[in-house]
């Protein structure tokens, strides 16, 4: 089975490629920059990557998922590499928080183009590899945040309730193709995500069990276990919360 992680050299999108590389799978991660997917080889292959265990099971592909073009170059390059597509998890976004009246254009921008409009290129493209396999599952990667809205996530509340209207439309499409379509909207989770911590970075308290907030492999299980159910199941929204977040 091949599949695709974008955004995947790190925090959820790592988590997501290490769970299946561990099930035999193979895997392209894609990333922005160069430096962050050797980082992530690194970290998925462990040792001297010609011995390790999956070595030839993983491929990368540096890439901008805002550009339609780099999104085809994906699919293209998986293709090239592993002859198919059978899963595409749409995990790439970003988060910056402000108020409306002080977040910049650019800001903004970036934010619906990478959450909403990335996952449509990265989805237009992949449609066509995974029709011609006869089946496939496209996980995206939502939050809790496309639900319940706050003050100073409004560019990136709307960018997931974007999203989680997009991969329910996108099912109603694609389910008599035998293509199935899920989305999971985590909670906190323990990644430095944004600009409220160091990208990439969990808290090691995680390890420990003693962090309230849900770990990224923790995402990676619920995604696993959605593409194993059998054919004629799907279960379309997963939502995943911490179990017991700090009383307010």
């Known amino acids: ?17 290490r769970a299946f590389l561990d099930r035999g799978m193979q895997v392209t991660i894609s990333a922005r920059k160069d430096a962050d997917l050797e980082q992530a080889i690194r970290l998925l292959k462990g040792g001297d990557p010609s011995t390790s265990p999956g070595a ?42 402000a108020s409306v009246a002080d977040m910049s254009l650019e800001d903004w921008r970036q934010i619906i ?16 590899a995974m029709k011609a396999r006869g089946a496939g599952f496209i996980v995206n990667i939502s ?53 409220r911590g160091s990208p990439g970075e969990a808290d090691p308290s995680t390890t420990l069990g003693a962090s309230w907030k849900l770990a990224p492999e923790d995402v990676a299980r619920v995604v696993v ?7 004629r199941s799907l279960p379309s929204c997963v939502e995943l919360r911490p179990s017991r977040p700090p009383k307010k």
Do not use: W
């Open 56 to 97: 030839g099971n993983l491929h990368t592909v540096s890439a901008d998922v805002r550009d339609p073009a780099d999104a085809q170059r994906v699919v293209d390059d998986t293709l090239r590499r592993f002859g198919g597509v059978d899963v595409l998890v749409n995990n790439a976004g970003i988060g910056k928080f």
């Open 1 to 17: 089975m091949v599949a695709i992680v974008t955004g995947g050299s790190k925090g959820i999108g790592l988590a997501i490629a």
């Open 113 to 128: 183009d990478t959450n909403l409009s990335g996952v449509f290129h990265c989805t237009r493209a992949a449609i066509p």
């Open 225 to 231: 276990d959605l593409i194993a159910h059998e054919q």
């Open 143 to 195: 939050s809790l945040a496309g639900k319940n809205p706050f003050a100073g996530g409004a560019a990136y509340c709307a960018s997931k309730a974007g999203l989680n209207a997009f991969t329910e439309a996108l099912m109603q499409e694609l389910r008599h193709d035998n293509i199935r379509v899920s989305y999971v909207l985590p909670g906190s989770v323990s990644t430095g995500f944004g600009d």
